[in-house]
């Protein structure tokens, strides 16, 4: 089982960039698509961009042109670059492996999070 530590969150006004990392062990993990993934409070957790293991990429139309998401196999760590953040997006951010045919995660162990907070 890959164990996963995301990190990179923090307070940003609207307008602003984070960029968040996941840190995976194991390693078999450049054999796997990742998603990231978030969730609000009192919201679902919800899949907002993946990308496969030949580094194929598809995103969420809530972020689309807004967020990156990228990986480095050799440290691996998946990325997700945020730019022009909205309060809509503050939640805490996960990272898991995702099956890109039907979206779903792969690993019923979740990291801890990361916490993004949009607000002026």
């Known amino acids: 089982q890959v164990q996963l530590v995301e990190s990179g969150g923090g307070l940003m006004q609207p307008g602003g960039s984070l960029r968040l990392s996941c840190a995976a062990s194991g390693s078999i993990f450049s054999i796997y698509s990742m998603g990231w993934y978030r969730q609000a409070p009192g919201k679902e957790r919800e899949l907002v961009a993946i990308?496969?293991?030949?580094?194929?990429?598809n995103y969420a139309d809530s972020v689309k042109g807004r967020f990156t998401i990228s990986r480095d196999n050799a440290k691996n760590t998946v990325y997700l670059q945020t730019n022009r953040l909205k309060p809509d997006d503050t939640a805490v951010y996960y990272c898991?492996?995702?099956?890109?045919?039907?979206?779903?995660?792969?690993?019923?162990?979740w990291g801890q999070g990361t916490q993004v907070t949009v607000s002026s």
């Open positions: 898991n492996a995702t099956d890109p045919s039907n979206r779903h995660y792969l690993f019923d162990s």
């Open positions: 990308i496969t293991s030949g580094g194929s990429t």
